[in-house]
């Protein structure tokens, strides 16, 4: 049995971040393999096998309101139960085949797929591995209310699978930058606002991806007149609060505007999204702070990058070029 959990070290300076706890385990134990999987999966049931047959590896890392979880499992034993109650869990199996039932609802497929609230089952043969995303429901929730300017809008969902191919895509490109492009890299995933942009982009394409009650609310009809100084309040709040925690709820809030109305008019009257000029104005900073900076001082472009957002260095390399004309390696050492 090999077993680690560690925390990321914290950060030198700056806002304290929620920090990263990483864990993993392997054991050919299968009490001590169960009992390390009840921690991740809140409910499970599971009989330890009669022959002995069991293998179990996994690793985890947990930073704010997101777990991502991998594991693999050989057991003679063929099914469980459990409860992921408070938390959405999508589920991509790797290896094997699940069978998930929860009431009336049963779920076997290839695709990603939305664990039921509340108990369920699952039966699987043989070997089993599986890949797994769990957001904490109640932020979610409240995204979902900020971005319908709605406070006491109930989501639920309706489906499990993604309700479309290009869905699925959206989905598993936004796990595989959180687990691929973040996860790994302690210095950027413990910047406050890397942290908050993992969990935002993740909760949008889950609202986006599995049917639910935020996708059936109708677009509002119209684009209505609105009148400068609600742009202005916009952009002001943006400049204001770029070093914070922002996106396109609050932004709406600070407009006095829902944040469908302030989307249809920045496209209207700027030629782009709120959370655009807000990526732009971000970029302007990160300009700044790479001309201001001395590279013989230790500071790097991925530190200034992650500063501000951007945990993915090509992908800020390339949208720094498209707005500055140069490589952001270039501003720094001029």
């Known amino acids: 049995m090999t077993s680690s959990e560690s925390p990321d070290p914290p950060a030198d300076s700056g806002p304290a971040p929620v920090p990263v706890r990483r864990t993993s385990y392997a054991t050919h134990d299968p009490d001590r393999g169960i009992a390390a999987m009840s921690e991740l999966y809140t409910g499970l049931g599971m ?140 210095a950027t995933i413990r910047t406050p606002l890397v942290q908050a942009e993992a969990f935002r982009a993740l909760a949008t394409a889950l609202l986006h991806c599995f049917p639910n009650t935020f996708l059936d609310r109708p677009a509002p009809s119209g684009t209505g007149s609105v009148l400068p100084a609600q742009l202005r309040r916009a952009v002001a709040f943006v400049d204001e609060h770029l070093h914070e925690d922002i996106g396109l709820a609050e932004i709406a809030a600070a407009a006095r505007m829902s944040p469908r109305g302030l989307q249809a008019a920045f496209r209207r009257e700027l030629g782009r999204t709120p959370v655009g000029h807000l990526r732009e104005a971000r970029l302007d900073a990160a300009r700044r702070d790479l001309q201001r900076a001395d590279p013989t001082g230790g500071t790097t472009v991925a530190t200034v990058a992650a500063r501000w957002g951007f945990a993915h260095a090509g992908r800020f390399a390339t949208a720094y070029r498209d707005r500055f004309g140069e490589a952001p390696g270039t501003t720094l050492h001029t």
Do not use: C
């Not at 590896?57 to 979880?69: F, W």
């Not at 063929?78 to 009336?104: C, E, F, K, P």
């Open 47 to 186: 009989r330890a096998p009669t022959d002995g047959s069991f293998e179990l590896r996994m690793a985890a890392a947990s930073v704010g309101h997101l777990l991502a979880h991998r594991f693999l499992l050989a057991t003679s034993e063929s099914s469980g139960t459990g409860d992921v109650s408070g938390t959405y869990s999508v589920v991509q199996i790797l290896t094997g085949n699940l069978a998930v039932s929860s009431g009336r609802d049963r779920i076997a497929t290839t695709l990603p797929f939305l664990l039921p609230q509340g108990l369920y089952g699952g039966r699987w043969d043989g070997l089993l591995e599986l890949n797994t995303v769990v957001l904490e429901a109640e932020p979610v929730q409240e995204l979902a209310r900020d971005l319908l300017g709605s406070p006491a809008f109930a989501l639920r969902f309706t489906g499990h699978t993604p309700v479309s191919a290009q869905m699925t895509r959206y989905w598993l490109t936004q796990v595989r930058h959180f687990q691929q492009d973040l996860l790994p890299h302690a």
